[in-house]
């Protein structure tokens, strides 16, 4: 499934797999500590628990952000802040960003559906960004199909031990999205058409808290 290992460049969408909060730590806290050192605007976009995990690991990690009101309710509302968020931080200066969040699937109670086509639509709406973003999944909860649909809506995958790999199962979103079913009206149509343009006119803007050590 994996290529030879690479170092990601550019625009990165990247996913991960893990079955234990020892594993998420191990891809997680790296990719951060990584940003923090090279001076990048690091961010935590991740849900009560997984954030606490990191804040627990990581209780002195200087300029680390922790997004809150970027709640994953809706994929074209998700998309139209994370949008305004890298414009802002781009604005400010920022020659390179990443962020970590988890998406909602199925085992955690949400429709998968719309939030696959989003995984997929990222490819294209994010790229101007100078963004590496990193969308851990938990094998303990996500069902087999999310899992696959993962594989196919990420060009790269890391792994616990550090490395990062092409994932030679990703698929241009343009596929991808043509063999799904839509998503009910107002979940993605406002944000993505097939040739990566945003339109959009919500100003919602996320809140960021850092820490300062």
Same mark, same amino acid.
């Given at each position: 499934?994996f290529a030879p290992t690479v170092d990601p460049r550019g625009f990165v969408h990247e996913t991960a797999f893990y079955a234990s909060d020892d594993d998420l730590l191990a891809v997680t806290v790296?990719?951060?500590?990584?940003?923090?050192?090279?001076?990048?605007?690091?961010?935590?976009?991740?849900?009560?628990?997984?954030?606490?995990?990191?804040?627990?690991?990581?209780?002195?990690?200087?300029?680390?952000?922790? @997004?809150?009101?970027?709640?994953? !309710?809706? $994929?074209? %509302? +998700?998309?139209?802040?994370? *949008?305004?968020?890298l414009a802002d931080l781009v604005e400010g200066g920022a020659r390179r960003i990443r962020v970590v969040g988890d998406v909602p699937h199925p085992g955690v109670g949400v429709p998968w559906e719309?939030?696959?086509?989003?995984?997929?639509?990222?490819?294209?709406?994010?790229?101007?960004?100078?963004?590496?973003?990193?969308?851990?999944?938990?094998?303990?909860?996500?069902?087999?199909?999310? @899992?696959?649909?993962?594989?196919? !809506?990420? $060009?790269? %995958? +890391?792994?616990?031990?550090? *490395?990062?790999?092409?994932?030679?199962?990703?698929?241009?979103?343009?596929?991808?999205?043509?063999?799904?079913?839509?998503?009910?009206?107002?979940?993605?149509?406002?944000?993505?058409?097939?040739?990566?343009?945003?339109?959009?006119?919500?100003?919602?803007?996320?809140?960021?808290?850092?820490?300062?050590?």
């Amino acid at each position: 499934m994996f290529a030879p290992t690479v170092d990601p460049r550019g625009f990165v969408h990247e996913t991960a797999f893990y079955a234990s909060d020892d594993d998420l730590l191990a891809v997680t806290v790296p990719f951060l500590e990584g940003g923090l050192a090279a001076g990048e605007a690091t961010i935590v976009a991740f849900g009560d628990d997984n954030a606490e995990l990191v804040r627990r690991e990581m209780p002195d990690a200087e300029g680390l952000m922790f @997004l809150s009101g970027l709640e994953y !309710t809706r $994929p074209s %509302v +998700t998309i139209a802040r994370y *949008r305004q968020l890298l414009a802002d931080l781009v604005e400010g200066g920022a020659r390179r960003i990443r962020v970590v969040g988890d998406v909602p699937h199925p085992g955690v109670g949400v429709p998968w559906e719309a939030w696959s086509c989003y995984e997929a639509a990222v490819n294209h709406v994010l790229a101007e960004y100078p963004l590496w973003g990193l969308c851990p999944y938990d094998t303990r909860t996500a069902p087999d199909d999310v @899992l696959l649909d993962v594989c196919r !809506t990420h $060009p790269y %995958v +890391t792994t616990p031990d550090g *490395r990062h790999h092409v994932n030679e199962l990703y698929e241009e979103p343009t596929r991808f999205l043509a063999s799904r079913t839509a998503p009910p009206p107002g979940q993605l149509t406002h944000v993505y058409t097939t040739n990566g343009s945003a339109r959009t006119n919500t100003s919602t803007r996320p809140a960021v808290s850092q820490r300062s050590g």
